[in-house]
């Protein structure tokens, strides 16, 4: 207040950090840390970006290119970023094949044994 600053200058930079590191927190099923969202979400506009400029999903090289970091770090920020998968999405369209079906009990006894 003294200093020539009004006090809504700061309350407005601090709610709208709070509101959008909740939204970061509570968005996922997997909590996912603030600081990997940020990355999540830049590697997202600058992969957008590459796709408009070069007229095609651009390669993890090309994003690692433009961020300065490892092709490796891009890998795992893309991994990441997937969305989980429910268990019982339907994979196959023509049978209702659901994913819960294709996977393999290791603890269960092939016909064979």
Do not use: C
């Not at 200093?3 to 309350?11: H, L, R």
């Amino acid at each position: 207040y003294t200093k020539g600053f009004k006090f809504s200058t700061y309350a407005t930079y601090w709610i709208k950090q709070g509101i959008t590191r909740a939204i970061a927190d509570q968005s996922r099923t997997i909590r996912v840390p603030v600081h990997m969202v940020e990355k999540i979400n830049k590697v997202s506009s600058i992969s957008s970006q590459l796709a408009k400029e070069l007229g095609r999903e651009p390669k993890p090289e090309e994003i690692a290119k433009r961020m300065d970091i490892s092709v490796e770090e891009v890998v795992q920020i893309i991994s990441i970023s997937q969305k989980p998968q429910s268990i019982e999405s339907t994979i196959r369209q023509e049978d209702d094949t659901e994913l819960e079906q294709v996977i393999p009990d290791k603890e269960a006894h092939s016909p064979e044994e």
